[in-house]
Nanobody, 114 residues
């Protein structure tokens, strides 16, 4: 099983990005999945989750700015990020929720300049 995140980049504050996560080797339609991030010198934190039924949860710091979604037919999860702030700068990872330790990929870097 692999989870491959992509879509990161450098963006100015106030800008937007959409991250994608392709899950291979497993039908994730029955799983809850999530986006996580880790800023330099900080522990990894949960950003958002999406249940297999479509319900979502968000960290308080991103609520109202980020939108998590999934396409079960494509085995793909997304994170639409708007109104980005410099404090959103981090490596973003996708994983199941709860996270499975062996499934952390390299993540995708998001850098927000002020």
């Amino acid at each position: 099983v692999q989870l491959q995140a992509s879509g990161g980049g450098l963006v100015q504050a106030g800008g937007s990005l959409r991250l994608s996560c392709v899950v291979s080797g497993r039908d994730f339609s029955f799983d809850t999945t999530g986006w996580y991030r880790q800023a330099p010198g900080e522990p990894r934190e949960l950003v958002a989750t999406v249940h297999n039924g479509g319900s979502t949860t968000y960290a308080g710091s991103v609520k109202g700015r980020f939108t998590i979604s999934r396409n079960n037919t494509k085995n793909t999860m997304y994170l639409k990020m708007t109104s980005l702030k410099p404090e959103d700068t981090a490596v973003y990872y996708c994983n199941f929720f709860p996270a499975l330790g062996g499934y952390w990929g390299p993540g995708t870097q998001v850098t927000v300049s002020s």
